[in-house]
């Protein structure tokens, strides 16, 4: 059974601060892996999307990579802003399956 | 254009009762997913439909939750006999229909079973 972890649970940093957040899933065989961010109260907003034949994907200040192999993903925001504070989800798809699996989330919070 | 909608975003209904719940997918989409959501957790995969067919309903919890896409549109997620476990956001998802696509997400239904 595929899982996804996510670390760190919660992370607060001041504005201007570049930053990484990771995920780590125990299957390696996915057809892709998605970032998306969820604001309270909201649905989800998809960020970046890999191909398990990618690396990295790329969206302004945003920078996703991955690593098949060794089950891990991260997620790097550049120069943050409080506009930036919201949960950051990781979701897995296993190939085969169209269900993504989804990590609890990193809380992020950027202090102005 | 016009993302996914859910409606109602709130539900609030007492234990025992019936409740459907709505999404409309953006125009087109083939793929529509229902996932739940609870608190301080990650969406949890319920059912996926290709079409009008149920290709994947094996994240359903038990036989009282059911859903239906009779046109191959708007889909219905129905619960019966709802119990105080079934609080959760009830999250609905459409694609255009590859497994490449990414999944759009809607709003959310609250639902709280007193």
């Known amino acids: 059974k595929q899982e996804v972890t996510q670390i760190p649970a919660a992370l607060s940093v001041p504005e201007g601060e570049n930053l990484v957040l990771n995920c780590s899933f125990t299957?390696?065989?996915?057809?892709?892996l998605q970032w998306f961010r969820q604001d309270p109260g909201k649905g989800l907003t998809s960020l970046l999307l890999?191909?398990?034949?990618?690396r990295e994907q790329t969206s302004g200040r945003l920078n996703a990579s991955l690593d098949k192999s060794s089950g891990r993903s991260t997620l790097y925001i550049a120069a943050s802003q409080p506009g930036d504070s919201a949960t950051y989800l990781c979701?897995?798809?296993?190939?085969?399956?169209?269900?993504?699996?989804f990590g609890k989330g990193t809380k992020l919070t950027v202090n102005p | 254009g016009a993302g996914v909608s859910q409606t109602p975003s709130n539900k609030v209904t007492e234990k025992g009762k019936y409740v459907e719940l709505r999404c409309d997918p953006i125009?087109?989409?083939?793929?529509l997913y229902w996932y739940r959501q609870s608190l301080g957790q990650g969406p949890e995969f319920l059912i996926y439909?290709?079409?009008?067919?149920?290709?994947?309903d094996s994240g359903l919890p038990n036989d009282r939750f059911f859903a239906v896409r009779p046109e191959g549109s708007v889909s219905t997620l129905k619960i019966q006999r709802t119990e105080r476990g079934d609080s959760a956001v009830y999250l609905c998802?459409?694609?255009?229909?590859?497994?490449?696509?990414?999944?759009?997400f809607g709003p959310g239904t609250r639902l709280t079973v007193l």
């Open positions: 998802a459409s694609s255009p229909g590859t497994s490449r696509d990414t999944q759009y």
């Open positions: 299957d390696s065989a996915i057809y892709n």
């Open positions: 890999i191909q398990s034949s990618q």
């Open positions: 979701a897995v798809k296993k190939s085969g399956s169209e269900k993504l699996v």
């Open positions: 125009s087109g989409h083939t793929a």
């Open positions: 439909f290709q079409g009008t067919g149920a290709a994947d």
